[in-house]
Every structure is written in structure tokens, then in C-alpha cells.
């Protein structure tokens, strides 16, 4: 049984790129960052780690655009999560090769070569850090040569004249990823207002002659959604005993 514990930490953010294809071969990459105190830690599949000056990381224009892209897969970049596991073995021991315990909550690219379908989902965890988050706290910065070991070794690994159209690629699929959350959250909104609107409705309805508690409750089941329902039928139920304005607030607070 793994236990996770939530961290929050506000002077670091924490945020990750992870890209897996499947289908005839398994393809896999991540980048993590760490941003903290005017540095930044970065890991890269097939590349290592380092830890380099914000100013040092800014001349390399194509690692930056991969972290401008991991912070829009990640909701909260200031939270990172402890797992703690007795298990030797992990859901990702084919990813790294190491046991990691330190992870983030962000969303992440899927391909499937056989049906040719790229997405972004975010239905389990899949950047795993390789340190633990304070021990950047007493981190020297990374040796100018191991930088520019990291630097080079980076650029072996991308292929940097496929950079554009995959950065493309992936820019469409978060601005899609983000759209179709957003327009979720504001219907989910839209019902949770509308619901207000009745029940407000309701309360002013209650006052009209020969409107009893039986006829309203009946009305109030039929306007507002089996979602909501419970959290107003207190309010409705008690119609009778409280006066207008506290129940007013009351909907409004709810």
C-alpha cells in the first residue's frame, strides 16, 4: 500500500514534461524542472541532471521551451508529493532506474503508434523526481563544465531539426487539453449559478399566498440538478422557520 503526503512548498515549482509513445515500440521522454532561489534543477531522460543560474539556463532557448510547456500541463506548481512505498518495484521501474519518491501531479502526452492518436491525460502520476525537493536547499550550482556537458549532451539528444513541428505539436495539444478543461469548469459553473438563481427564486415564491412547504419542495426537485439537490434541501426544508434574509445568505454561502 503506498501512502502519499501533499508538500507544499511556495518557494519552489516544481513542473514536468513526460511524453510516451506505445503501440510497435515504446518511446518515452521527460523533462523535470525545479525552480528555486534565482536557479533551476533539471533532469532529462538520457541526458542527467544539473543545477544551473536562471541566467545560465536562459541562453538555451530550446530547454526553456520545453519548461514554458511543462508549466501548462501542471495546476499547482508549488506542490510536490512524498510517496512512500514498501515495494521494491514501481509502476514506472521502466522509466527509471532508480527508486524515486518524490513526484508531481501533472498531465502528460500519450501516443499510440497503431491507431496514430496523440493526446494529453492526466490519469496517473509519471514525474518522478531523483532528489529529494530541500535537498536543493545545500546544492552547489552545477561545474561549468558539467553544463556544458549537459548542454551539448541535450542537444545530441534532440533532434533539433524536428524542433519546431514537434514543439508545434505539442503547444496544440495543451491549448486543446486546457480549452476543453476550462469550458468543462464553466459549465459545471453555469449549473452551480442557475441552481442559486432557482433556489433564490423558490425562497421570494415561498411568500406567495397558498404556497406551502409540499408544493415548493415538489418545485425544487424538479429545477435543480441531482447534484446540487442536497446541499440546498436543508434550506428548503426549513423554509417556514427562518426569515427571508438569513435564508438568502444562507443560498449564497452554499
Not at 1 to 16: A, R, V
Not at 75 to 82: G, P, R, S, T
Not at 158 to 170: A, C, L, Q, V, W
Not at 224 to 245: F, H
Request: hydrophobic letters at 35%; glycine letters at 4%.
Amino acid at each position: 500500500m503506498d501512502t502519499l503526503i501533499h508538500h507544499y512548498i511556495p518557494d519552489m515549482e516544481f513542473s514536468g514534461l513526460f511524453d510516451i509513445t506505445h503501440g510497435r515500440i515504446i518511446y518515452i521522454k521527460y523533462f523535470l524542472f525545479i525552480k528555486f532561489n534565482k536557479c533551476i534543477y533539471i533532469d532529462i531522460k538520457g541526458v542527467g541532471d544539473v543545477l544551473m543560474s536562471i541566467e545560465e539556463f536562459n541562453k538555451n532557448r530550446f530547454l526553456k521551451i520545453y519548461y514554458e510547456l511543462s508549466l501548462l500541463l501542471i495546476e499547482n506548481k508549488n506542490v510536490i508529493i512524498e510517496k512512500i512505498s514498501n515495494r521494491e518495484h514501481s509502476h514506472y521501474d521502466f522509466v527509471y532506474t532508480e527508486k524515486r519518491e518524490w513526484l508531481i501531479d501533472c498531465s502528460y502526452f500519450i501516443e499510440n503508434l497503431i491507431t496514430n492518436c496523440k493526446e494529453v491525460k492526466k490519469d496517473r502520476y509519471s514525474c518522478y523526481y531523483n532528489i529529494t525537493p530541500n535537498d536543493l536547499r545545500n546544492m552547489e550550482i552545477s561545474s561549468n563544465s558539467h553544463i556544458d556537458r549537459f548542454n551539448k549532451t541535450f542537444l545530441g539528444y534532440e533532434r533539433i531539426d524536428h524542433f519546431t513541428t514537434k514543439i508545434s505539436n505539442y503547444t496544440n495539444l495543451v491549448i486543446e487539453y486546457n480549452a476543453i478543461a476550462i469550458e468543462k469548469e464553466l459549465e459545471e459553473l453555469s449549473v452551480i449559478f442557475e441552481d442559486k438563481k432557482n433556489v433564490l427564486n423558490l425562497v421570494a415564491l415561498s411568500d406567495k399566498q397558498g404556497m406551502n412547504g409540499d408544493i415548493i419542495r415538489v418545485i425544487y426537485n424538479f429545477l435543480v440538478s441531482p447534484k446540487e439537490n442536497k446541499q440546498y434541501s436543508g434550506i428548503i426544508n426549513n423554509l417556514e422557520y427562518k426569515n427571508k434574509l438569513e435564508i438568502n445568505r444562507s443560498i449564497l454561502e452554499a
